[in-house]
């Protein structure tokens, strides 16, 4: 890894326009402070959006440039209309309700829609202008969500990380997105997608697995041949920069001052950006009743409650704004005395030294989000409790809350939980303070933003490795030349091809998979060459080949291994087998098909089927362990096995494989050149007992048998053709 590049939304500076000058501002808080210091260890290029428009640095391009460049950083500008279409538009109108469960508020719109397409491909072509061979990329947040497959296109060994910082909602949430494929897609162009919490990785494979049918085996998705990895990696937080910050003067002057005006009374501390998502409103309602539940605390307690301005001017967030006033003034209009305000309401954005000042002397914590993909605003808060007093309540829809044990954890929609949980803060020992920060403090210590970035890369290096072992098989062209070459100088051939998911793609119904000319044609050209002997392999039953394959000169096992034909001859039974048990396992298939929708059995003459391709996955992992189960049960006296395919189960006679019903063919005469070719664990039998000199080839990745390895069915065709082609040439 040469190079780490940092791709994000913003970049960590800002540019401002004030008369005819340029002010360049360090971004403060979020992405650009936590991964200050990390991105400085590496040999690094951060990528971003400069707050800035083209307009507004009208002649003045090179010199900004420059100065950006100079720091690392390389700018991606956006128009006026994309900042509102784009950024105001499908990121805070569309995705960020969304995925936030605020579906009331969420806007579907196709210009907007458009506009997120348009600035994610600004950001590819930055990109694609200053990476170097070797080159890692880093992709931040839902801004950028179509960057990874745009990058993968391009560039396909590339190596690519992708980080998700707010929740990843539910399927049944994010299946209202009109374009929840494309958003899909695009994040599965990433090597690594991580997520704050297993809840949001749990919800991003549901979702892949319902809309696009790719299963996570192990928090790993195969793509295309490629495989994806999807992992939790909570985010921590520069926690030495919190705990050097507080002995300073600055901080202890502001810790005089509060002091000075508060008094003796108690601290509830409260901060958040002004967002719907942060519950403030339900927050209030809940100290509103802890007031009216507890008047002992009168003039004892204040909550400070500060809301930094965001988004002004959107129509949700004005109305918030007003909401809030008028909470406010009613609560102290409610509980307030002369000389005590129970909350003191700010509506601003912090320095960080009246932050720090504020967390340090906070009785209490109180952070209550609705929705929250990690908040780090309530391990800021632990981490600048040095004496150790201090307690947190925390909301459990808060990704940190699956950290953070030792806090109070609420449900924020509870407003008498979270009233009952201020009165338990008030009342907590400090013994019991002490010792609940301290265990949290140590995991915050150990785990910072630093060691978070540096386990995400460590990620992303071993899922690298992954790839690099499953594509050691690969049929790279010198290994397929070889095997052409190989071709070519024999004479007496033997080819076994498995039929579904070898030499067509896998379909919803068995019935659908029928061959389409140009298989039809491409066989046709493999069996009137008087060298090859082509035997079909398959799991099918013997009419459907027979009807489908009639008139080719191929040779045919069906049913794993049942039966066989060879050509110009009538099908023959590998050895004399029963069909009687069906008889007993029938009613038990029947009942789970009727139990699970999507389901359907296909009954062969000595096996049965049940296909689960159209059932919901999390139906279908329940269903068939329990069919499994059931299964094992009633084989106890049946000499029958169960077979797991590609979305099937299907129950069978002992003994009986495709590896068997093979050795019919590879014994029976020399070949010069053996070629074998399927797609799941039915054909790892095969693979098994071809001859060392002999050809294997497996469709998709995964551990396996045989020798190499190929994307889809389409490389199968073409790899067939391409024999034929090439051998008629030279005749």
Not at 372 to 400: P, Q, R
Not at 658 to 677: C, H, P, Q, R, V
């Amino acid at each position: 890894m040469n190079r780490l590049l940092i791709v994000s939304n913003r970049l960590p500076i800002s540019i401002e326009k004030t008369e005819n000058k340029l002010d360049f501002k360090r971004s403060v808080g979020g992405l650009a402070t936590g991964l200050s210091s990390f991105y400085k260890s590496y040999e690094s290029l951060w990528i971003g959006w400069p707050n800035i428009t083209l307009e507004d640095i009208e002649g003045k391009e090179n010199e900004v440039n420059a100065r950006l460049k100079s720091e690392g950083f390389y700018p991606v500008y956006i128009s006026q209309q994309d900042i509102e279409n784009y950024y105001e538009g499908f990121c805070n109108k569309t995705v960020w309700p969304l995925f936030h469960y605020f579906t009331q508020y969420t806007k579907y719109d196709e210009v907007t829609w458009r506009s997120y397409k348009r600035v994610n491909e600004a950001f590819f072509e930055v990109i694609m202008k200053v990476i170097e061979p070797g080159d890692a990329i880093w992709v931040h947040d839902y801004h950028l969500m179509l960057l990874p497959k745009l990058i993968r296109e391009e560039i396909p060994d590339t190596t690519i990380g992708f980080f998700l910082h707010i929740p990843f909602p539910s399927f049944e949430v994010f299946r209202l997105l009109p374009w929840r494929k494309e958003i899909l897609n695009g994040l599965l162009g990433a090597d690594l997608i991580g997520f704050h919490s297993f809840d949001y990785v749990r919800h991003f494979n549901s979702s892949v697995s319902r809309l696009l049918g790719y299963e996570s085996t192990f928090g790993q998705i195969t793509v295309d041949n490629r495989v994806t990895k999807v992992d939790t990696f909570p985010m921590g937080i520069d926690y030495e920069r919190f705990t050097s910050a507080v002995p300073e003067s600055a901080v202890q002057e502001e810790i005089k001052q509060i002091r000075n005006e508060v008094g003796e009374r108690k601290i509830i501390f409260s901060i958040d950006r002004l967002d719907y998502t942060k519950g403030i409103l339900k927050r209030l309602e809940s100290f509103d009743l802890f007031l009216d539940n507890n008047p002992e605390y009168d003039e004892k307690v204040t909550l400070i409650l500060v809301a930094v301005p965001s988004r002004t001017g959107v129509e949700q967030y004005e109305l918030l704004k007003k909401q809030l006033d008028e909470l406010v003034g009613r609560i102290n209009g409610q509980h307030g005395k002369i000389g005590w305000v129970p909350v003191w309401y700010l509506y601003q954005f912090l320095p960080f030294r009246i932050l720090v000042a504020l967390y340090n002397i906070a009785d209490i914590a109180l952070i209550t989000p609705l929705r929250d993909g990690m908040n780090l605003i309530a391990k800021e808060f632990v981490a600048s409790k040095l004496d150790g007093k201090g307690v947190l309540i925390l909301s459990e829809m808060a990704g940190a809350a699956r950290e953070m044990g030792e806090a109070i954890i609420i449900n924020p929609n509870d407003k008498e939980e979270v009233a009952n949980a201020l009165k338990e803060a008030l009342t907590m020992p400090e013994e019991v303070q002490i010792e609940n920060n301290k265990m949290m403090q140590e995991r915050l210590r150990r785990y910072n933003v630093v060691r978070w970035a540096e386990d995400f890369m460590e990620g992303l290096s071993t899922i690298k490795g992954i790839q690099q072992e499953l594509y050691g098989t690969k049929l790279t062209y010198e290994r397929k030349m070889m095997l052409i070459e190989k071709y070519l100088k024999s004479k007496k051939r033997l080819l076994l091809l498995d039929y579904d998911g070898t030499l067509t793609p896998f379909v919803k119904k068995p019935t659908k998979a029928k061959p389409d000319a140009e298989l039809l044609e491409m066989l046709k050209c493999l069996t009137q060459n008087t060298n090859n002997t082509i035997v079909i392999i398959s799991g099918r039953d013997k009419k459907i080949l027979e009807k489908w394959l009639r008139g080719l000169k191929l040779e045919m096992i069906a049913e794993h291994g049942v039966w066989l034909k060879e050509k110009e001859s009538m099908w023959q039974m590998i050895e004399p087998l029963r069909n009687d048990w069906k008889e007993e396992i029938r009613p038990l298939l029947e009942r789970y098909v009727d139990r699970t929708p999507g389901a359907l059995i296909e009954e062969k003459d000595f096996s049965l089927v049940w296909h689960y391709r159209q059932v919901d996955p999390e139906l279908a992992l329940i269903r068939t362990g329990e069919l499994k189960a059931q299964l094992l049960d009633l084989f106890a006296n049946l000499n029958v096995a169960v077979l797991e395919g590609n979305k099937v189960i299907e129950i069978k006679n002992v003994g009986i494989n495709k590896g068997k019903a093979a050795l019919n063919w590879i014994s029976k005469d020399t070949w010069d050149f053996i070629l074998a070719i399927g797609d799941d664990v039915t054909d790892e039998d095969i693979f098994a007992v071809i001859p060392e000199s002999g050809y294997s080839i497996k469709v998709g990745l995964g551990p396996s048998h045989a020798k190499f390895s190929v994307k889809s069915f389409r490389e199968v065709r073409s790899l067939l053709t391409e024999l034929e082609e090439i051998e008629s040439d030279k005749k």
